[in-house]
């Protein structure tokens, strides 16, 4: 963009963009809350039960946070027993995590709760636009990815 050019917040597709994620996150967060969990907690739930085994690291990516909460959730679902950690790394340094049957239990009333935020807010799209919607956001996320610019380390 050159200097002086400014962004028109109603037309911009990346402040579009956040508001609907940041609409998303609060409507999950008013359904997990009753349930005891918040997004990350969830979304480590879910990426468990869909890819048993996966790393700390592994998971913070797939959640979008740091290493570091994601080692401090993992202890809490780990003390609450939704969650087994291995004693030792079977490779490396990574210690493999699994959902625990109460875990499973917590993970299906989470996921039918986010499901009536996910319908609500497909609502008013018919399956053409829904199809449309995942594969244009899928490109943008893409380009974005193999154009990234390198960290400045600041």
Same mark, same amino acid.
């Given at each position: 963009?050159?200097?002086?050019?400014?962004?028109?917040?109603?037309?911009?597709?990346?402040?579009?963009?956040?508001?609907?994620?940041?609409?998303?996150?609060?409507?999950?967060?008013?359904?997990?809350?009753p349930?005891?969990?918040?997004?990350?907690?969830?979304?480590?739930?879910?990426?468990?039960?869909?890819?048993?085994?996966?790393?700390?690291?592994?998971?913070?990516?797939g959640?979008?946070?740091?290493?570091?909460? *994601? &080692?401090?959730? $993992?202890?809490?679902? =780990?003390? +609450?027993?939704?969650?087994v950690?291995?004693?030792?790394?079977? @490779?490396?340094r990574?210690?493999?995590?699994?959902?625990?049957?109460?875990?499973?239990?917590?993970?299906?009333?989470?996921?039918?709760?986010?499901?009536?935020?996910?319908?609500? *807010? &497909?609502?008013? $799209?018919?399956?053409? =636009?829904? +199809?449309?919607l995942?594969?244009?956001?899928?490109?943008?996320? @893409?380009?974005?990815?193999?154009?990234?610019?390198?960290?400045?380390?600041?």
């Amino acid at each position: 963009m050159a200097q002086g050019e400014t962004i028109n917040l109603e037309t911009s597709l990346g402040y579009l963009l956040k508001e609907a994620a940041s609409a998303l996150r609060s409507a999950m967060e008013d359904v997990l809350r009753p349930l005891g969990m918040n997004v990350t907690h969830y979304s480590c739930l879910e990426l468990l039960a869909q890819r048993p085994g996966l790393s700390n690291s592994e998971l913070a990516r797939g959640a979008f946070v740091s290493r570091q909460s *994601m &080692n401090v959730l $993992l202890q809490s679902m =780990e003390r +609450d027993g939704f969650v087994v950690r291995a004693e030792e790394a079977p @490779t490396g340094r990574a210690l493999p995590t699994q959902l625990t049957q109460a875990g499973r239990k917590r993970l299906a009333a989470a996921s039918a709760a986010v499901r009536g935020v996910e319908l609500r *807010m &497909n609502s008013t $799209l018919d399956a053409a =636009e829904q +199809d449309q919607l995942r594969a244009l956001l899928t490109r943008c996320a @893409t380009s974005l990815r193999q154009h990234a610019q390198p960290s400045t380390g600041s």
